[in-house]
């Protein structure tokens, strides 16, 4: 099928998708996700699953796109993905790009050119062997046929959200949750960070958003607590809605001033909001009337509070949670539902791929953690460098050691992706900059996600998808290690959010080309990496050692003719060593005995039966 001339509708995507299983059925499950999106009355979201006539299997990757709606071409080159693999796979042939001639906007306007590209039969078939390959080509349908339809909408370069209708706030920016912050994970960043230390160094919230101005991150209940806490003795602090900011609000005031203040808002309104509690607080806030469903979240500024010598005032502000929109639950219920082990959220906005954590810095004391609240209104948010004295700089636990190794898999797994999209182009990757200009414009920076806004003023940001993907394992210990990244792909250069899909500037068939390097790198990886053995790999301390190597080559060769025999025992299999290797890491001796007198002993006596 070849390349879209333009942006492709959401309709016509999911026709696209259901055609797709219905012309390759035996490797080609189309699946309905379980809600419709969140604009009323709602469409379908679909995706699909690529595999070799399994059932579904561990393990599973999920490759998704468009969950901001202006980014156009991820879903387009996604899409394509899906349809290449399959034809490809089906008819035993490569992939191949043909040589692209592409535009860089100038000034002056420079042209590239771009050899042929080839993605070889073999590591196709070795995708679909190894992996069940989960496509989502369109998180966000609402949101990208907005942007389609309005070009020029005044917010920006384009449309970012969904469109839920925000009943409480008539201005059309107002309209809409930002999905890439309304996951489960530190969802309430208020609550996570201390805002005023947070704000020392970055003037807007951990969202790439202004904080207090719309609904970025979603809905939560009606209820919520606020307190004045950190030994606060005096001063005042302002309390914010759905855009709109209260008057100051004295230190120690009766609930009812603080009911007036807030129903005071435009936002909110006479009789919209009812205010409980003690003088000073703790203060129950609960919307009633027309504000009687779920709303925005309140956020406070408490920069004017005072208080002793070594205090730290502040606005304990607790919501019920998210009311996780559609979109968002869909990610969700594919994350739990189909066991995803690797993950790639893929972006449009300047050549990045980025690993976990976006929350916070990576670091390795593992008591500061997302489920740690004791850290909650405290953490900062800050390079070390920019924290200020008195104050301990906090990083989110990564883990490195065995037996996952994520703290340095995570960023091999980038640079893999980054070399291969380098590859694709034809670049030289040690030429100098200005040298080689398909390098100087293919050029993708690993690195975490929590320092990717830094460019643009912003730190740190919660509620992601890649943080949630990434965190379910540590919130479950008895799942499979998981990898998850983002990549933001395109450039200002090649029209920012809104490529030119057409000759002579070529800009998506440009980007459409580095999608698939990086995408079917990480496949790739994901078939080399998902299945290796843990409690082998533990007693090793690598998973490349030649026995770990041999049993997992092993373990492939029988499955291809005992598939059904191999899936039962990896089920098993699966189900306690995740437990064993874990118990393993850090026990020197035990993981010596298990080397010498379990691993090693299986291994030559199945070299011996193997003939090897």
Same mark, same amino acid.
């Given at each position: 099928?070849?390349?879209?001339?333009?942006?492709?509708?959401?309709?016509?995507?999911?026709?696209?998708?259901?055609?797709?299983?219905?012309?390759?059925?035996?490797?080609?499950?189309?699946?309905?996700?379980?809600?419709?999106?969140?604009?009323?009355?709602?469409?379908?979201?679909?995706?699909?699953?690529?595999?070799?006539?399994?059932?579904?299997?561990?393990?599973?990757?999920?490759?998704?796109?468009?969950?901001?709606?202006?980014?156009?071409?991820?879903?387009?080159?996604?899409? !394509?993905?899906?349809?290449?693999?399959?034809?490809?796979?089906?008819?035993?042939?490569?992939?191949?790009?043909?040589?692209?001639?592409?535009?860089?906007?100038?000034?002056?306007?420079? +042209?590239?050119?771009?050899?042929?590209?080839?993605?070889?039969?073999?590591?196709?078939?070795?995708?679909?062997?190894?992996?069940?390959?989960?496509?989502?080509?369109?998180? /966000?349908?609402?949101?990208?046929?907005?942007?389609?339809?309005?070009?020029?909408?005044?917010?920006?370069?384009?449309?970012?959200?969904?469109?839920?209708?925000?009943?409480? /706030?008539?201005?059309?920016?107002?309209?809409?949750?930002?999905? /890439?912050?309304?996951?489960?994970?530190? =969802?309430?960043?208020?609550?996570?960070?201390?805002?005023?230390?947070?704000?020392?160094?970055?003037?807007?919230?951990?969202?790439?958003?202004?904080?207090?101005?719309?609904?970025?991150?979603?809905?939560?209940?009606?209820?919520?607590?606020?307190?004045?806490?950190?030994?606060?003795?005096?001063?005042?602090?302002?309390?914010?809605?759905?855009?709109?900011?209260?008057?100051?609000?004295?230190?120690?005031?009766?609930?009812?001033?603080?009911?007036?203040?807030?129903?005071?808002?435009?936002?909110?309104?006479?009789?919209?909001?009812?205010?409980?509690?003690?003088?000073?607080?703790?203060?129950?806030?609960?919307?009633?009337?027309?504000?009687?469903?779920?709303?925005?979240?309140?956020?406070?500024?408490?920069?004017?509070?005072?208080?002793?010598?070594?205090?730290?005032?502040?606005?304990?502000?607790?919501?019920?949670?998210?009311?996780?929109?559609?979109?968002?639950?869909?990610?969700?219920?594919?994350?739990?539902?189909?066991?995803?082990?690797?993950?790639?959220?893929?972006?449009?906005?300047? !050549?990045?791929?980025?690993?976990?954590?976006?929350?916070?810095?990576?670091?390795?004391?593992?008591?500061?953690?997302?489920?740690?609240?004791?850290?909650?209104?405290?953490?900062?948010?800050?390079?070390?460098?920019?924290?200020?004295?008195?104050?301990? /700089?906090?990083?989110?636990?990564?883990?490195?050691?065995?037996?996952?190794?994520?703290?340095?898999?995570?960023?091999?797994?980038?640079? +893999?992706?980054?070399?291969?999209?380098?590859?694709?182009?034809?670049?030289?990757?040690?030429?100098?900059?200005?040298?080689?200009?398909?390098?100087?414009?293919?050029?993708?920076?690993?690195?975490?996600?929590?320092?990717?806004?830094?460019?643009?003023?912003?730190?740190?940001?919660?509620?992601?998808?890649?943080?949630?993907?990434? +965190? #379910?394992?540590?919130?479950?210990?008895? !799942?499979?290690?998981?990898?998850?990244?983002?990549?933001?792909?395109?450039?200002?250069?090649?029209?920012?959010?809104?490529?030119?899909?057409?000759?002579?500037?070529?800009?998506?068939?440009?980007?459409?080309?580095?999608?698939?390097?990086?995408?079917?790198?990480?496949?790739?990886?994901?078939? #080399?990496?998902?299945? =290796?053995?843990?409690?082998?790999?533990?007693?090793?301390?690598?998973?490349?050692?030649?026995?770990?190597?041999?049993?997992?080559?092993?373990?492939?060769?029988?499955?291809?003719?005992?598939? #059904?025999?191999?899936?039962?025992?990896?089920?098993?299999?699966?189900?306690? +060593?995740?437990?064993?290797?874990?118990?393993?890491?850090? #026990?020197?001796? =035990?993981?010596?005995?298990?080397?010498?007198?379990?691993?090693?002993?299986?291994?030559?006596?199945?070299?011996?039966?193997?003939?090897?």
């Amino acid at each position: 099928m070849p390349p879209p001339s333009q942006p492709t509708l959401p309709a016509d995507i999911i026709t696209a998708l259901t055609s797709l299983s219905t012309k390759y059925p035996d490797n080609c499950e189309l699946i309905t996700l379980p809600d419709k999106s969140a604009e009323p009355p709602g469409v379908d979201i679909k995706c699909v699953r690529l595999h070799d006539g399994n059932a579904p299997r561990d393990p599973a990757v999920l490759i998704m796109g468009g969950i901001h709606a202006r980014e156009m071409a991820p879903p387009d080159a996604l899409l !394509r993905l899906a349809q290449e693999l399959l034809d490809a796979y089906k008819t035993s042939t490569d992939i191949v790009f043909p040589a692209l001639l592409a535009n860089v906007n100038g000034p002056p306007v420079t +042209s590239v050119s771009y050899p042929s590209y080839t993605f070889p039969i073999d590591k196709i078939k070795k995708i679909f062997g190894n992996i069940d390959l989960y496509i989502l080509p369109c998180v /966000n349908p609402d949101g990208r046929l907005y942007d389609i339809t309005h070009p020029g909408v005044p917010f920006g370069p384009g449309w970012r959200r969904n469109r839920r209708p925000n009943p409480d /706030n008539p201005d059309p920016s107002a309209i809409g949750t930002d999905l /890439n912050r309304n996951f489960d994970i530190a =969802w309430d960043f208020a609550r996570f960070f201390d805002m005023v230390l947070y704000r020392s160094k970055y003037a807007r919230g951990p969202s790439a958003t202004v904080d207090t101005n719309d609904t970025f991150n979603g809905i939560t209940g009606q209820n919520r607590t606020v307190t004045v806490a950190g030994g606060a003795s005096g001063g005042s602090f302002i309390l914010s809605f759905n855009g709109a900011d209260t008057t100051p609000i004295a230190f120690g005031a009766p609930a009812a001033d603080v009911q007036t203040k807030l129903t005071a808002l435009a936002t909110i309104g006479a009789g919209n909001a009812t205010v409980a509690g003690p003088d000073g607080g703790p203060y129950q806030v609960t919307f009633t009337g027309a504000r009687n469903h779920p709303v925005a979240m309140l956020t406070a500024n408490y920069a004017a509070l005072t208080g002793g010598a070594g205090s730290n005032p502040h606005i304990e502000i607790v919501h019920p949670g998210p009311a996780t929109e559609p979109e968002t639950k869909n990610v969700q219920w594919l994350m739990d539902q189909r066991k995803i082990r690797f993950f790639l959220d893929v972006h449009q906005a300047g !050549r990045s791929i980025m690993y976990p954590w976006g929350l916070e810095d990576n670091g390795d004391d593992d008591t500061m953690t997302f489920q740690n609240h004791a850290w909650d209104w405290k953490r900062d948010g800050l390079l070390p460098g920019d924290v200020p004295a008195g104050h301990q /700089n906090y990083s989110e636990f990564m883990p490195s050691k065995i037996p996952y190794y994520l703290g340095s898999k995570l960023p091999e797994i980038a640079n +893999s992706m980054a070399t291969a999209i380098l590859e694709a182009a034809g670049a030289d990757p040690k030429a100098a900059t200005g040298a080689d200009p398909r390098k100087d414009h293919s050029t993708y920076a690993p690195g975490p996600i929590a320092r990717y806004y830094d460019k643009s003023g912003t730190g740190p940001l919660t509620a992601n998808s890649v943080d949630y993907i990434f +965190s #379910r394992q540590f919130i479950d210990t008895s !799942r499979s290690p998981i990898y998850a990244l983002a990549m933001e792909v395109g450039a200002d250069e090649e029209n920012g959010f809104h490529p030119d899909y057409t000759p002579p500037n070529n800009h998506y068939l440009k980007i459409e080309r580095e999608v698939f390097a990086a995408c079917l790198e990480f496949a790739s990886v994901a078939a #080399r990496w998902c299945k =290796w053995c843990l409690i082998a790999t533990a007693a090793y301390g690598d998973h490349a050692h030649p026995d770990v190597e041999y049993l997992r080559d092993l373990r492939e060769r029988v499955r291809r003719s005992h598939p #059904r025999a191999v899936a039962v025992l990896e089920r098993i299999y699966y189900s306690f +060593s995740p437990a064993v290797a874990r118990f393993l890491t850090g #026990r020197r001796r =035990w993981r010596a005995v298990v080397r010498v007198a379990v691993v090693r002993p299986v291994v030559v006596i199945l070299k011996a039966c193997d003939g090897r």
